[in-house]
């Protein structure tokens, strides 16, 4: 085996968990940002309030739990899936309307997580995630 098929073949799979878990470390702080206002940001508009509300109360908790499950790598394909579908009615409901180019609308981050997400979500969460572990369990 050439040196980068077997480096593929030994990396790619941690480099996948990886990337799961930072992804989900970074959206968890959009939905604790949107629900409790951590970190503190100066145009934070409070929604405990509104929870259930579509948005943001909705956005948060998926972005909370959403990125909880991430990070453990448990549920991370159908929780991928939701992820990545909230991402695309963020950019359009939110982004699109005021302007076409993802620089100006500031949605170029809202469309790299929702294809983060829809690659996890065909991908599924690499060796490091509880998914792996359950899966060998069930085998043996």
Not at 2 to 17: H, I, M, N, Q, Y
Not at 79 to 107: D, Q, T, W
């Amino acid at each position: 085996m050439s040196g980068a098929l077997a480096l593929r073949s030994e990396w790619e799979p941690r480099v996948l968990s990886v990337v799961r878990i930072v992804t989900g470390l970074l959206y968890l702080q959009h939905g604790l940002n949107k629900l409790f206002n951590f970190p503190p940001t100066p145009t934070h508009v409070p929604y405990v309030e509104n929870m259930f509300s579509l948005v943001p109360g909705v956005a948060g908790l998926i972005e909370v739990f959403g990125s909880l499950l991430l990070i453990l790598g448990l549920f991370t394909r159908p929780v991928a899936f939701i992820m990545s579908g909230e991402m695309a009615i963020a950019y359009f409901y939110a982004h699109l309307p005021r302007n076409l180019f993802p620089l100006l609308n500031a949605g170029d981050s809202v469309i790299l997580y929702c294809f983060i997400f829809l690659y996890l979500f065909v991908a599924g969460g690499g060796c490091w995630s509880l998914d792996r572990l359950l899966s060998r369990r069930r085998r043996s």
